[in-house]
């Protein structure tokens, strides 16, 4: 995104704000030559605006919400523009006032027109010209427009269809175009996405391409000879080169005024150092800032390629930073569309504490409304459910502990035809994965449809290739199936089929935020049926059970140091087979003395396991599950859920724990768990271990 002067973010608090938010102000002119970029800096994360709730808000910046923010954007005068897709499909800003106000759009749509009289369809990426025109990439539209400085909209390019065709302005065709820059010599540069090319539009209105091929790839090279793979955002540097944020390559490209395309970072070879870079901002010495989709982070790239997390690398992970633009002291502005906020990045002095600003998307955001409905037909009939979020999975190279479950599933049979549960707009640019693989999936809206053949019947025949197109390679074998960013489905809809998993995996919200899919409600989903708790066992820090008793108690030696404390436990819902275990939804613990009484700090259960929502970090399952959980290295298809109560995994947070023995008083006690499914069930039997202290 263009600036043409330097100016100065100035943080101001708002009363009743939920964090931080600043006004932009015009400051004194610059030095000659800009101050280099410090390298390797990390951010204090402030909220600009919105709640992290989706919805239809504009105002003060601490009570707007947004549906899908995507491109940010900020010209001269320290105004801020931001497109947000989604439901709303309009186009914001932010002047001095600190108030968001409508520039253009309302509803969904292609019309040209003035303020509210013009309509977009899921607007990406937007740029400024040195005029103060700001253009947008209209993806769901097919086109480019340009957005005055009075709200004047008009379509410059672009016959709102989806094609590929060279020409001028409405002749020509693009294929979901992303991302947009402007060169001082008005030239607009285009991210084609879904036609893997970069196109450029003269200022006359001539469409030419500048270069890529006619199928996905990555390759370097002139022109046409050159290939992409989605590439969703662009920027434009001081000497002429156009930066490419290459998304499914996983890699940053550079092309030179004359059409020659080179690899500056990653790609296919080696291994991965960036991880899906979707939104880009360059700086005047050529150091790059790139939105991760996969990870959830902003990274700085120095100009000699050496990549640091500036921030989102921890369990404040952003939901999908889709949009980036740097202000003139060199913080940045971040839309992350996934979580329905903006954010201002700025560098966190030494010995400075992050600030507590909330990320992502809030547990307060509107669950899809599927009014009962199953992935499966009959959709209000009931099926049977095989797996809950937070299970321990396992791989298939002998890891009984690789991965937390992230969702809920539901038995069919293969090549079972896969329905929406819920009307939605595909957001992500890369929407569906893992061809053929066995957790192949579809990302809709707010839910994700995994272990299903996107777009295909049993036969793998095309269901919808209207909707969701096959592409095959020059020897005619299917090489992957893309469903672009804007398309819309409605409950019913078919969106596969069933693949050799047998089951229909159900996620609901963006990577790290998922939440508890049992809370969308299922027509004829009960339980009634209580969990069962099968072993408690404390466990020494070398790993070891203790196991010596005395008079029916379990012998805990004070100077036992910190001890694990685990539960193995498991839960049925109403009609599933006997041998079907799921996970339980919390865990917790009480210690009590002889007498029954609580002991000091036990007084409620410690709740130290609650699957209200997935923790973003990798090594969870590790912390939530003792060694020994899973089926894996068991040979069998019961799974054993070994839960470790004395760490915490609950609310996206982790930590590890332990039961210091010197802190229990000399005598007798009990161990009192409390473990409990979704539907408020608790376990009532063999939930007591009775130990004595010495």
């Given at each position: 995104?263009?600036?043409?002067?330097?100016?100065?973010?100035?943080?101001?608090?708002?009363?009743?704000?939920?964090?931080?938010?600043?006004?932009?102000?015009?400051?004194?002119?610059?030095?000659?030559?800009?101050?280099?970029?410090?390298?390797?800096?990390?951010?204090?994360?402030?909220?600009?605006?919105?709640?992290?709730?989706?919805?239809?808000?504009?105002?003060?910046?601490?009570?707007?919400?947004?549906?899908?923010?995507?491109?940010?954007?900020?010209?001269?005068?320290?105004?801020?523009?931001?497109?947000?897709?989604?439901?709303?499909?309009?186009?914001?800003?932010?002047?001095?006032?600190?108030?968001?106000?409508?520039?253009?759009?309302?509803?969904?749509?292609?019309?040209?027109?003035?303020?509210?009289?013009?309509?977009?369809?899921?607007?990406?990426?937007?740029?400024?010209?040195?005029h103060g025109n700001l253009y947008v990439a209209d993806t769901g539209n097919h086109a480019i427009r340009r957005i005055t400085p009075q709200g004047e909209v008009t379509t410059i390019a672009g016959?709102?269809?989806?094609?590929?065709?060279?020409?001028?302005?409405?002749?020509?065709?693009?294929?979901?175009?992303?991302?947009?820059?402007?060169?001082?010599?008005?030239?607009?540069?285009?991210?084609?996405?879904?036609?893997?090319?970069?196109?450029?539009?003269?200022?006359?209105?001539?469409?030419?391409?500048?270069?890529?091929?006619?199928?996905?790839?990555?390759?370097?090279?002139?022109?046409?000879?050159?290939?992409?793979?989605?590439?969703?955002?662009?920027?434009?540097?001081?000497?002429?080169?156009?930066?490419?944020?290459?998304?499914?390559?996983?890699?940053?490209?550079?092309?030179?005024?004359?059409?020659?395309?080179?690899?500056?970072?990653?790609?296919?070879?080696?291994?991965?150092?960036?991880?899906?870079?979707?939104?880009?901002?360059?700086?005047?010495?050529?150091?790059?800032?790139?939105?991760?989709?996969?990870?959830?982070?902003?990274?700085?790239?120095?100009?000699?390629?050496?990549?640091?997390?500036?921030?989102?690398?921890?369990?404040?992970?952003?939901?999908?930073?889709?949009?980036?633009?740097?202000?003139?002291?060199?913080?940045?502005?971040?839309?992350?569309?996934?979580?329905?906020?903006?954010?201002?990045?700025?560098?966190?002095?030494?010995?400075?504490?992050?600030?507590?600003?909330?990320?992502?998307?809030?547990?307060?955001?509107?669950?899809?409304?599927?009014?009962?409905?199953?992935?499966?037909?009959?959709?209000?009939?009931?099926?049977?459910?095989?797996?809950?979020?937070?299970?321990?999975?396992?791989?298939?190279?002998?890891?009984?502990?690789?991965?937390?479950?992230?969702?809920?599933?539901?038995?069919?049979?293969?090549?079972?035809?896969?329905?929406?549960?819920?009307?939605?707009?595909?957001?992500?640019?890369?929407?569906?994965?893992?061809?053929?693989?066995?957790?192949?999936?579809?990302?809709?809206?707010?839910?994700?449809?995994?272990?299903?053949?996107?777009?295909?019947?049993?036969?793998?025949?095309?269901?919808?290739?209207?909707?969701?197109?096959?592409?095959?390679?020059?020897?005619?074998?299917?090489?992957?199936?893309?469903?672009?960013?804007?398309?819309?489905?409605?409950?019913?809809?078919?969106?596969?089929?069933?693949?050799?998993?047998?089951?229909?995996?159900?996620?609901?919200?963006?990577?790290?935020?998922?939440?508890?899919?049992?809370?969308?409600?299922?027509?004829?989903?009960?339980?009634?049926?209580?969990?069962?708790?099968?072993?408690?066992?404390?466990?020494?820090?070398?790993?070891?059970?203790?196991?010596?008793?005395?008079?029916?108690?379990?012998?805990?030696?004070?100077?036992?140091?910190?001890?694990?404390?685990?539960?193995?436990?498991?839960?049925?819902?109403?009609?599933?087979?006997?041998?079907?275990?799921?996970?339980?939804?919390?865990?917790?613990?009480?210690?009590?003395?002889?007498?029954?009484?609580?002991?000091?700090?036990?007084?409620?259960?410690?709740?130290?396991?609650?699957?209200?929502?997935?923790?973003?970090?990798?090594?969870?399952?590790?912390?939530?599950?003792?060694?020994?959980?899973?089926?894996?290295?068991?040979?069998?298809?019961?799974?054993?859920?070994?839960?470790?109560?004395?760490?915490?995994?609950?609310?996206?947070?982790?930590?590890?724990?332990a039961l210091q023995a010197e802190e229990l008083p000399p005598g007798e006690h009990v161990i009192r768990i409390t473990a409990k499914d979704y539907s408020g069930n608790e376990a009532g039997e063999r939930r007591e271990?009775?130990?004595?202290?010495?």
């Open positions: 995104m263009e600036r043409r002067h330097w100016v100065m973010a100035v943080a101001v608090l708002t009363g009743g704000a939920l964090a931080a938010s600043y006004l932009w102000a015009p400051r004194a002119p610059q030095a000659a030559v800009p101050a280099a970029t410090p390298l390797g800096w990390r951010a204090q994360v402030e909220l600009l605006a919105g709640d992290g709730v989706e919805g239809d808000v504009v105002g003060p910046g601490a009570q707007s919400r947004f549906s899908d923010p995507w491109g940010v954007a900020m010209d001269a005068g320290g105004t801020l523009y931001v497109a947000d897709a989604g439901d709303n499909n309009r186009i914001l800003y932010r002047w001095l006032d600190g108030d968001f106000h409508l520039l253009a759009g309302s509803g969904e749509g292609f019309a040209d027109g003035r303020g509210a009289a013009a309509a977009f369809n899921t607007p990406s990426g937007i740029a400024l010209d040195r016959s709102g269809r989806a094609g590929f065709a060279d020409g001028s302005g409405r002749l020509a065709q693009f294929n979901g175009p992303m991302g947009v820059a402007v060169g001082a010599d008005d030239r607009i540069y285009v991210a084609d996405t879904w036609n893997d090319r970069i196109r450029v539009i003269d200022p006359d209105g001539q469409v030419t391409t500048l270069a890529g091929g006619a199928q996905p790839g990555w390759v370097d090279g002139a022109g046409s000879q050159a290939r992409f793979d989605t590439p969703t955002d662009l920027a434009l540097a001081a000497d002429g080169t156009l930066w490419v944020a290459d998304l499914q390559n996983n890699a940053l490209r550079t092309i030179t005024p004359s059409g020659t395309v080179s690899t500056r970072l990653g790609g296919g070879d080696g291994e991965r150092v960036l991880w899906g870079p979707m939104a880009l901002a360059l700086t005047h010495d050529g150091v790059a800032y790139v939105g991760e989709r996969l990870s959830g982070r902003v990274v700085q790239v120095s100009p000699h390629g050496h990549v640091v997390a500036v921030a989102g690398d921890d369990a404040r992970r952003f939901a999908r930073p889709a949009g980036l633009a740097l202000a003139a002291d060199g913080s940045l502005l971040l839309a992350d569309a996934d979580g329905h906020r903006l954010h201002h990045l700025q560098p966190r002095q030494p010995g400075e504490p992050p600030l507590a600003t909330p990320v992502g998307p809030s547990p307060d955001n509107p669950l899809p409304r599927n009014q009962g409905r199953w992935p499966l037909a009959p959709q209000t009939g009931w099926h049977e459910v095989t797996g809950t979020l937070g299970e321990v999975r396992g791989d298939f190279r002998g890891e009984s502990r690789h991965h937390l479950h992230s969702g809920f599933d539901v038995r069919g049979d293969v090549g079972q035809t896969v329905l929406a549960i819920a009307g939605g707009k595909v957001s992500s640019p890369a929407s569906t994965w893992t061809l053929g693989g066995q957790a192949e999936g579809l990302s809709l809206d707010k839910l994700d449809y995994i272990h299903i053949k996107v777009g295909r019947d049993a036969a793998n025949r095309a269901l919808d290739p209207a909707r969701m197109q096959l592409l095959y390679d020059d020897a005619g074998k299917l090489e992957r199936v893309r469903v672009r960013r804007g398309t819309r489905f409605q409950p019913g809809d078919a969106l596969g089929s069933i693949n050799s998993q047998a089951h229909v995996h159900l996620a609901v919200g963006p990577s790290g935020y998922e939440r508890n899919a049992v809370r969308l409600g299922f027509a004829g989903y009960a339980d009634h049926v209580a969990p069962k708790i099968d072993d408690i066992a404390l466990l020494d820090g070398n790993g070891q059970r203790l196991r010596e008793t005395r008079d029916g108690r379990l012998v805990v030696p004070r100077d036992a140091g910190g001890l694990q404390l685990v539960v193995e436990a498991w839960d049925q819902v109403d009609g599933n087979l006997p041998r079907r275990r799921l996970g339980l939804y919390a865990l917790g613990y009480q210690i009590l003395d002889a007498a029954g009484r609580a002991l000091p700090g036990y007084e409620r259960p410690r709740m130290n396991i609650e699957f209200n929502r997935m923790p973003p970090q990798a090594d969870a399952v590790k912390v939530a599950y003792a060694e020994d959980s899973g089926i894996t290295v068991h040979g069998s298809a019961v799974t054993r859920f070994r839960y470790v109560l004395t760490n915490t995994v609950r609310d996206g947070r982790l930590a590890s724990g271990l009775r130990i004595v202290a010495r």
